[in-house]
């Protein structure tokens, strides 16, 4: 008799700007595994947390209810106190199995095994081994012929043999739509200019955007960057345009947002795909790198629907790019922003702060960056290093981190906040803080003092903004109230 399998996404601590999510990223790790499962005759259900914004208390109540024999959860280094609650409630109370995914297991298998009440955690891919792992779980002498994967036999960490990457990822299976509320996954956002392209933009707001990943990994090795994967493996177009036909036919989208690590990176690729993606009549936004892209490559994608790119210009100084091992340099990254101007294509910078070797000459270079180039900027984020970079590993080596455990706790609601993790810079947390604040404010000005039309446009469109997104809010937050 197959068990049932409940797979469970927990809820991502960090809130919106308006103080509740309204849009998710299809969970497609699991998607895959459920079709794999189905399949094969197992049961399978799925509880996506966060899809729903529900905390860990909420979590464990529904979990009461619920029949399953094996719980099987996903997640991230910063969902690591979710997993350690919630697996501890599972094993204690309802008795049930517990096996973990995603780039917690995959970064911090060996903590999360003696830390948290899990039985095994799949390293990397699981739609390889998830089959065999399911079936030995209960029988560790076989169990540990299973590639991929770490589990805990006779109280010793085993981890074992490695397992090799899915190449060719047209061979994974249709995710399983079917399981999910996908309205709950249709409203995304796409890359844009909101402040010099106010009125273009506004006709791609409150759209129907499905989050589509076509690769996996990135050919590039970033310090800062905790890759799922190393190197990179991409989808053929030919696989990418079914996906999309089907979403258009089945959900009537109206744009997609590709949030693969790495999307634009090739003129031919990027030919074929506008080619093939023309009749279906879709926006898109997608990554590139200020390296790989071009005026050439931007007006073939702008023709063929894109909306704006991402970039990870990171920084404007020579010498923090260099300490990021990000391989691009200044000139490349004003190159690309002038030709995106006279392109007219939007441009998300993502920029990062008090990476180290910060200091009072590299702010300015960067607020001299943004002049020259004359781009309003974004919010930065804060350096925090993360499982799975180079730039953690090397916190763990030098004692920087001393105590994994309390410091992926700290991670749950701190990270992607401005909150201060590990301060590599000469100042105080709070100078840091104060200093980032200071540049972002800077590099607006100087943006805004040029144009007086640029910066009303701006103020309105950041009020509609507001309005709508406090409305959103209270409906969402009404809405449960109405129904119980």
């Known amino acids: 008799m197959k068990k049932k399998i409940l797979f469970l996404q927990p809820l991502h601590e960090k809130l919106s700007y308006y103080g509740i999510r309204r849009r998710f990223i299809f969970p497609y790790g699991l998607a895959y595994l459920s079709t794999i499962l189905l399949d094969n005759d197992y049961e399978v259900e799925i509880f996506d947390a966060h899809a729903e914004q529900l905390s860990k208390e909420k979590v464990m109540e529904k979990l009461k209810g619920k029949e399953f024999d094996i719980l099987g959860i996903s997640a991230f280094s910063t969902q690591y106190n979710a997993v350690k609650i919630i697996s501890k ?10 096996i973990i995914g995603g780039p917690l297991g995959t970064y911090n298998h060996s903590l999360t095994l003696e830390r948290c009440c899990v039985d095994a955690v799949v390293l990397g891919e699981a739609e390889k081994n ?10 560790p002498e076989k169990l540990i ?11 010793k960490i085993v981890k074992t043999e490695e397992q090799e990457y899915i190449q060719n990822l047209d061979l994974l299976p249709k995710p399983a739509y079917h399981m999910f509320d996908m309205k709950r996954y249709l409203a995304g956002e796409l890359f844009e200019t909101r402040y010099v392209q106010l009125n273009k933009q506004k006709k791609y707001l409150n759209k129907k955007i499905m989050t589509v990943f076509t690769s996996r990994g990135c050919p590039y090795s970033c310090r800062f960057c905790s890759r799922n994967y190393r190197g990179a493996r991409f989808m053929s177009i030919n696989r990418v345009i079914n996906e999309l036909k089907y979403f258009k036919e089945k959900y009537n989208i109206d744009g997609v947002h590709f949030s693969d690590e790495l999307f634009i990176f090739s003129q031919e690729r990027m030919e074929e795909f ?4 023309r009749p279906l009549n879709l926006f898109w936004s997608a990554q590139a790198r ?14 063929g629907g894109c909306t704006g790119i991402g970039l990870g210009i990171e920084s404007g100084s020579q010498k923090i790019l260099n300490n990021m091992a990000k391989m691009i340099t200044v000139s490349q990254i004003e190159k690309v922003m002038k030709a995106a101007k006279k392109v ?3 441009v998300k910078v993502q920029l990062i702060f008090g990476y180290p070797g910060e200091d009072e000459q590299t702010i300015q270079e960067t607020i001299g960056m943004f002049k020259r180039i ?9 350096i925090t290093p993360i499982p799975g970079s180079p730039l953690y590993d090397e916190c763990i080596e030098k004692g920087i981190i001393t105590d994994e455990d309390k410091y992926l706790i ?19 947390d709070d100078e840091l803080t104060k200093k980032m604040k200071e540049t972002e404010k800077i590099i607006k000005e100087n943006y805004f003092s040029r144009n007086l039309g640029r910066f009303m446009r701006w103020k309105l469109f950041k009020l509609q903004r507001l309005i709508k997104g406090k409305f959103n809010g209270l409906k969402l937050r009404i809405k449960p109230l109405l129904s119980s």
Request: glycine share 8%.
């Open 274 to 277: 506008v080619n093939k993606l």
């Open 290 to 303: 200020v390296n790989l892209i071009n005026e050439k490559i931007m007006k073939i994608i702008k023709d």
């Open 89 to 98: 409630f599972v094993k204690e109370e309802l008795g049930k199995k517990v």
């Open 344 to 346: 007219n294509l939007g």
């Open 145 to 155: 012929k299973v590639r991929g994967i770490a589990f805990k036999k006779d109280g």
């Open 130 to 139: 998830i089959l065999d792992l399911l079936r030995y779980l209960d029988n």
């Open 374 to 382: 004359d781009h309003p900027g974004k919010r930065f984020n804060l």
């Open 410 to 428: 700290g991670l749950e609601k701190s990270f992607g906040k401005d909150k201060v993790q590990i301060n590599f810079t000469q100042w105080s």
